[in-house]
């Protein structure tokens, strides 16, 4: 039962370096999504998808850049890494209807020094 | 700006007391799911709401959506150590989920 499977779990990035979170979804969800957790903090989505070729910003997107060129994957870029960036990045995917749920994968830690 | 306003944002209560989490909006949601996330791991849902109005029971936990599909509550009775932890709600519109700040548990024993 793997779920939502996010790699890596934890990164440091030096200031202005680029790097890819990878996201990937065994579920043939259609809705695949990005948040952003800051500390005792909730969740703000970032990008999401409705289908393989489609994203769309959502609340925070600047700054990171994402594709999904199949139904399972959907990975995050962030091309040039500032501090603002320091966070825990979650990656969920959900399946079409309005009486669904967001399964989340167990998260990326990154900090950018 | 927050689409979900969550409150209170932390709460210390000792075990065996009664406590009510609210998350409120001025927009309509399809859905409104309540999550509960431990430290380094993601957020798991724990209930979602669907009609106006609608109550449902998770052993001591009670959660209603509003009659306008704008709000909802989380209440637990007689709190439990093991209840420690942040809670989320999260309001859908057309498939995307927006959640509240969250509100951090701490049920001492």
Request: aromatic share 10%.
């Given at each position: 039962n793997a779920g939502v499977t996010q790699t890596p779990k934890f990164r440091i990035l030096k200031i202005g370096q680029s790097m890819t979170l990878q996201c990937a979804q065994d579920m043939n969800h259609n809705y695949m999504y990005w948040y952003r957790q800051?500390?005792?903090?909730?969740?703000?989505?970032?990008?999401?998808?409705?289908?393989?070729?489609?994203?769309?910003?959502?609340?925070?997107?600047?700054?990171?850049?994402?594709?999904?060129?199949?139904?399972?994957?959907?990975?995050?870029?962030?091309?040039?890494?500032?501090?603002?960036?320091?966070?825990?990045?979650?990656?969920?995917?959900?399946?079409?209807?309005?009486?669904?749920?967001?399964?989340?994968?167990?998260?990326?830690?990154?900090?950018?020094? | 700006t927050q689409l979900l306003e969550q409150s209170p944002q932390f709460l210390s209560i000792q075990e065996g007391e009664n406590l009510t989490v609210y998350c409120n909006s001025s927009s309509v949601f399809s859905s409104l799911q309540w999550y509960r996330q431990e430290p380094g791991e993601g957020p798991v849902l724990l209930v979602t709401v669907v009609t106006g109005g609608e109550v449902k029971k998770l052993k001591r936990l009670t959660f209603q959506f509003g009659d306008a599909r704008k709000d909802s509550s989380l209440h637990i009775t007689a709190a439990q150590p093991g209840d420690t932890g942040l809670y989320l709600c999260a309001g859908a519109i057309f498939n995307k989920f927006y959640f509240g700040s969250g509100t951090k548990l701490n049920v001492k024993p």
């Open positions: 800051d500390p005792g903090m909730g969740l703000k989505l970032i990008y999401y998808s409705v289908g393989a070729g489609i994203t769309d910003k959502g609340e925070v997107p600047n700054g990171y850049n994402v594709s999904r060129s199949t139904t399972e994957d959907f990975p995050l870029r962030l091309e040039l890494a500032a501090p603002s960036q320091t966070s825990v990045y979650f990656c969920a995917s959900s399946s079409i209807g309005t009486n669904t749920e967001a399964f989340f994968g167990q998260g990326t830690r990154l900090t950018v020094v | -």
